[in-house]
């Protein structure tokens, strides 16, 4: 598993390396201006699921649905956040492309998700 400073750079989707070396720098700068204090910095990566009708919506399929507890039609996003001392905010999110939409590149382009997301 990589280390959260390497996650927050490759960020949750696949990102071209204009786009990492963007990321980077904003994570540096971000942690270099949060006040430091005895707790340290911890990384936070969550998923959120969302039960939805239909097969259009992009990420769409019958998934665990943590919110239901139970297998639906659902999507689900990942979200990754940092927490220094008192200071919490969110980083970055994005849809989990499941398997099937993955290898399903027609279906992806017909729902505007770009060639570069696997």
């Given at each position: 598993?990589?280390?959260?400073?390497?996650?927050?750079?490759?960020?949750?989707?696949?990102?071209?390396?204009?786009?990492?070396?963007?990321?980077?720098?904003?994570?540096?700068?971000?942690?270099?201006?949060?006040?430091?204090?005895?707790?340290?910095m911890?990384?936070?990566?969550?998923?959120?699921?969302?039960?939805?009708?239909?097969?259009?919506?992009?990420g769409?399929?019958?998934?665990?649905c943590?919110?239901?507890?139970?297998?639906?039609?659902?999507?689900?996003?990942?979200?990754?956040?940092?927490?220094?001392?008192?200071?919490?905010?969110?980083?970055?999110?994005?849809?989990?492309?499941?398997?099937?939409?993955?290898?399903?590149?027609?279906?992806?382009?017909a729902?505007?998700?770009?060639?570069?997301?696997?």
């Amino acid at each position: 598993m990589r280390d959260f400073y390497h996650a927050a750079v490759g960020g949750i989707a696949a990102v071209g390396q204009a786009g990492q070396a963007e990321r980077a720098s904003k994570l540096s700068a971000l942690s270099e201006s949060i006040k430091s204090d005895d707790l340290g910095m911890i990384g936070l990566i969550d998923e959120t699921s969302v039960a939805k009708k239909g097969d259009v919506t992009p990420g769409v399929q019958r998934q665990y649905c943590g919110a239901l507890g139970k297998q639906e039609n659902g999507i689900v996003t990942v979200h990754l956040g940092v927490c220094r001392g008192g200071f919490k905010t969110l980083l970055d999110s994005g849809l989990f492309l499941p398997e099937s939409w993955s290898h399903d590149r027609e279906r992806c382009r017909a729902a505007d998700i770009p060639d570069s997301v696997v």
